[in-house]
């Protein structure tokens, strides 16, 4: 099968005094898994620092866009953990758009861009290949930042159908749409990225091909909401607070949460420019240790009010709080009739609990699967190598056992195993050629 070309993506429109409330908002450095005790009985190292090696550099240029999974950042910015290991002047810079995040980091903190970021798992493999850059830039995966949390959300407009994790009532739908010349629109955040891949699996589990029979567009998180008000689509896939804002402005309502989709499915990954790691490994791990230790404090239930007023200010995400909250602890109300709300749901997203952190490269490969099925990745790619070449799963482990983080709470493989999915397909990363051969609605 040939390769495909480059595709034309769309793209669309203090520290060191913070240190000081370290110990009222991070109390521990060692483990603080909610599925677990507090994590008080794990001592923080008395010179976190020297676990890892003096940073050679003191700051670092990382990026965000406003989404509920981007907190791990934004936390360890406000807490004083960035300071903690040892560089003070980290700068947490919002970003307009998935593709503006790519520009950024393709440019570099030297070319006035960005050295790291909040970012969708897929797009630093497709930034390695130079699918969506100029030429290839090299990047890292250091952790993964969340696993669950985002939704596929609709429009009022079919409030009808009543949809649900089952897709197949969407094509009746959609045929009616081009039988009448027109074709549904769904959005997503970025062309090959999670959303994307949410969306095209739940769509081609119902037989819908997403390439033929609706139009996908891209559309940046924050400006969802308002797209869905003027009409731009009739559905959209995003990562939280967008969709409990979308149903608390009563604009419509969500059919499926990708914890449904995929039980604890990995989602944003914390990156930085692979040149950038290599030049400043101490610096690295001290990113990756600062960044651990908040995803432990964000998945505490008793911090995730504060989390919430924190990341809802107006620097970072610019929204109400309660638009946050009960999505955060569980909560889920769908704003359907007929579909009950749950309640302390264990499909929340998750920070830390269940090895939420850790960036297991099973997880990667599917990405990566999933991108050669749609064409966005050439077919003929060596998947494990590529994998291998990108996530640092190694330098995750040497931050997690630096502050503290307990064996058992270390996965000892990069695989999480089989995994299946709603429609009750498996994905066997030891088979990903099985696994692609076996789906009916492709590109290639």
């Given amino acids: 099968m040939s390769k495909i070309s480059r595709r034309n993506f769309l793209v669309t429109a203090g520290a060191t005094t913070a240190a000081t409330l370290l110990i009222h908002g991070c109390s521990s450095g060692g483990s603080s898994s909610t599925s677990s005790s507090s994590g008080s009985s794990s001592s923080p190292s008395p010179s976190p620092v020297s676990e890892l090696g003096t940073p050679e550099v003191t700051t670092a240029k990382l990026g965000f866009i406003a989404l509920t999974d981007a907190a791990p950042l934004i936390i360890a910015k406000e807490k004083g953990l960035f300071a903690k290991y040892g560089m003070p002047d980290v700068e947490v810079a919002k970003q307009a758009s998935w593709a503006a995040t790519r520009d950024n980091l393709e440019l570099g903190s030297a070319g006035n861009g960005i050295d790291g970021a ?251 699967t999933e991108d050669m099925r749609w064409g966005y990745i050439p077919a003929d790619t060596d998947a494990k190598a590529l994998v291998d070449k990108v996530n640092r799963e190694d330098i995750w482990k040497e931050a997690a056992k630096a502050i503290g983080v307990p064996d058992a709470e270390i996965p000892t493989s990069t695989s999480r195993g089989v995994e299946t999915f709603f429609d009750g397909v498996k994905f066997d990363p030891e088979d990903p050629e099985a696994y692609l051969k076996s789906l009916k609605i492709k590109k290639i």
Wanted: with cysteine; hydrophobic share 40%; proline share 6%.
């Fill in 118 to 368: 909040h970012i969708l798992s897929p797009i630093p493999y497709l930034m390695t290949l130079g699918k969506i850059t100029k030429q290839p830039v090299p990047m890292y995966i250091l952790a993964r930042l969340n696993t669950n949390g985002q939704a596929i959300s609709v429009s009022n407009e079919l409030a009808d159908l009543k949809l649900d994790v089952n897709s197949n009532k969407l094509k009746e739908a959609s045929a009616k749409a081009k039988a009448a010349g027109q074709q549904m629109k769904l959005a997503v955040t970025f062309p090959g990225g999670t959303h994307d891949l949410w969306m095209r699996y739940w769509l081609a589990a119902g037989g819908i091909d997403p390439n033929k029979d609706v139009s996908t567009i891209v559309v940046p998180p924050p400006q969802m909401v308002a797209n869905m008000k003027v009409g731009t689509m009739q559905a959209f896939c995003v990562g939280e607070p967008w969709n409990a804002q979308l149903v608390n402005q009563k604009l419509g309502y969500t059919a499926i949460t990708t914890g449904e989709f995929w039980k604890d499915h990995p989602e944003k990954a914390f990156t930085v420019r692979a040149d950038w790691a290599d030049k400043y490994p101490n610096a690295t791990k001290a990113l990756t240790a600062a960044v651990l230790e908040a995803q432990q404090w964000c998945d505490k239930m008793e911090n995730k009010a504060e989390m919430c007023d924190i990341i809802a200010k107006r620097e970072w995400l610019k929204i109400k709080a309660e638009d946050i909250l009960e999505r955060a602890k569980g909560n889920f109300d769908f704003g359907v009739e007929g579909r009950p709300p749950l309640e302390n749901s264990p499909l929340r997203m998750k920070f830390w609990e269940d090895f939420a952190s850790y960036p297991y490269k099973s997880h990667d490969l599917w990405f990566v």
